[in-house]
């Protein structure tokens, strides 16, 4: 914590890893064999086990819906291929064929060794510009964090950061001068988080971190530090600050979306009240500026929560 590395999914195999056990290829094959198997990993894993399965296999995103109709196209393309080899080739190869020749998803697919694949995966996970996570993981990782912590009813926040003005500095000191402060504010970002919270570039200047087993009123705090930092660093210089809207998990939030567009909701209202604020999304559907803290502000990682 603190030193600008990611301590938590920093290898492809954190993002696979639901509830403390890692899925593994092996895990996978049991899955395709046998129905009891497949029905204890469905209810273990709750609903995103299909979704990580294929991101262990391809590489890629799926909805777990898209994954779940995918998984059953590849154990029948499995089984065509046993009747034609007199063989079983195995989940891998069967899901490959079937991803490449008969629904072509995959383009250039090859087999490559795991130390390459886990390289190859660190590079595409993460956004090149701001060393944060790309938003096809955060959204596999928000659904992953939310089922557990509805399930074991913790508590659990999100921050939905904009840079204040952005178009202003790329208008007036240029692209590259733009990207230099994406690279920078994503450093203070991994910088103000703790090893157990995910952060990731949500749009073009628009990030998103989710806080796990944390309150509303602590990660107020967070994204006042963030936002402080940021206004420090270019303070006098290029006057470039962002807003921050928190929403947190209580009874009232449906699914995983609604904290997103409550932590929006509550973004806009910063930017609404004047920019360079946080923002909390208040369960009555007002929205309450959150206090701005004092100048001797502590980090908030030097308390326990």
């Known amino acids: 914590m603190g030193n600008g590395k990611k301590e938590t999914y920093d290898s492809f195999t954190d993002i696979v890893d639901l509830h403390g056990n890692e899925i593994t290829l092996k895990d996978i094959d049991y899955i395709s064999k046998d129905l009891k198997t ?3 990993y469905e209810t273990e894993f709750s609903n995103n086990l299909y979704s990580n399965i ?10 777990e819906d898209e994954a779940k109709q995918l998984w059953v196209n590849v154990l029948n393309h499995r089984k065509n291929l046993i009747e ?6 195995g989940i891998v190869v069967s899901c490959l064929d079937y991803m490449t020749n008969y629904e072509p998803i995959l383009k250039d697919a090859k087999i490559i060794e795991k130390g390459k694949s886990d390289y ?8 090149n510009l701001t060393n944060l996570y790309i938003r096809n993981v955060f959204d596999v990782v928000l659904d992953k964090e939310y089922n557990l912590s509805v399930r074991k009813e913790l508590p659990m926040s999100v921050l939905m950061i904009d840079i204040d003005n952005f178009k202003n500095v790329n208008d007036i000191y240029g692209h ?9 504010i994503g450093n203070i970002i991994n910088l103000s988080i703790r090893s157990m919270d995910f952060a990731a570039r949500y749009g073009g200047e628009e990030f998103i971190i989710i806080m796990p087993n944390t309150s509303m009123l602590f990660a107020c705090k967070v994204g006042e530090l963030i936002r402080k930092r940021v206004f420090d660093k270019y303070y006098g210089d290029r006057a470039v600050s962002i807003s921050v809207g928190v929403s947190e998990l209580d009874t009232t939030v449906r699914n995983c979306s609604e904290l997103i567009i409550r932590a929006d909701k509550a973004l806009y ?7 360079n604020q946080v923002a909390r999304y208040c369960a009555d559907m007002e929205i309450q500026e959150t206090a701005v803290m004092e100048h001797d502000y502590a980090h908030p990682h030097d308390k326990t929560e």
């Open 38 to 40: 497949k029905m204890q």
């Open 54 to 63: 294929f991101l262990y296999l391809t590489h890629k995103i799926f909805s």
């Open 84 to 89: 034609a080899l007199s063989r079983d080739p």
């Open 120 to 127: 190859i995966l660190s590079s595409t996970l993460i956004d």
């Open 176 to 184: 590259s001068e733009g990207d230099q402060v994406l690279r920078q």
């Open 269 to 275: 209202y910063a930017k609404k009240q004047g920019k």
